[in-house]
């Protein structure tokens, strides 16, 4: 769990956010443009969330359960 990971994604199609849990334990809802782990929130799909760090494309998937 010392890591990031996709919570929650809401919100209309034009419209998305994402519920996102930190490494540090803290939580932060992040709309495209915003920033994120050293990194700025490329897009949000229905159970996805996408960033680019250091160059390099990050997706986070929702968790099944």
Do not use: F
Not at 11 to 34: I, P, Q
């Amino acid at each position: 769990m010392r890591q990031v990971n996709l919570i929650g994604v809401y919100g209309s199609n034009s419209n998305r956010r994402a519920l996102v849990r930190l490494a540090n334990g803290s939580y932060k809802k992040v709309k495209v443009g915003d920033r994120l782990d050293g990194g700025r929130v490329a897009a949000i799909g229905t159970s996805e969330l996408r960033y680019v760090k250091s160059g390099r494309s990050v997706t986070l998937t929702m968790p099944r359960g």
